[in-house]
Nanobody, 120 residues
Framework: QVQLVESGGGLAHPGGSLRLSCVAS????????MSWYRQAPGKEREVVAF????????NYSDLVKDRFTISRDNAKNTLYLKMNSLRPEDTAVYFC?????????????WGQGAQVTVFS
């Protein structure tokens, strides 16, 4: 059974930084693409960043491009999201997601989410 466990959420001021981690188990992590999604109160879930299995390709939402960095350590089965220059509109629950294939495909598993709150 696949398990994705996020950590590293919390409170930050505008302009601050946080780093999210997601540890995967029960799957061949190094062979699957991964993403971070987020969902703000009253809004639909949206994709934030995507990374292929080897990390050679990444893609970002325009809302976070140049501020957030997705990365992975396949030796540790861990996905990361470094968030810089945080804004109040980045406040959301952030979810780690596993995809079907090394280069993408549909999302097959989700973590429980990590709350990120940015406030003045």
């Amino acid at each position: 059974q696949v398990q994705l466990v996020e950590s590293g959420g919390g409170l930050a001021h505008p302009g601050g930084s946080l780093r999210l981690s997601c540890v995967a188990s029960g799957c061949t992590f190094r062979q699957t693409a991964m993403s971070w999604y987020r969902q703000a109160p009253g809004k639909e879930r949206e994709v934030v960043a995507f990374i292929r299995s080897t990390g050679e390709y990444t893609n970002y939402s325009d809302l976070v491009k140049d501020r957030f960095t997705i990365s992975r350590d396949n030796a540790k089965n861990t996905l990361y999201l470094k968030m810089n220059s945080l804004r109040p509109e980045d406040t959301a629950v952030y979810f780690c997601t596993k995809h079907l294939w090394a280069h993408g495909g549909r999302a097959t598993d989700w973590g429980q989410g990590a709350q990120v709150t940015v406030f003045s």
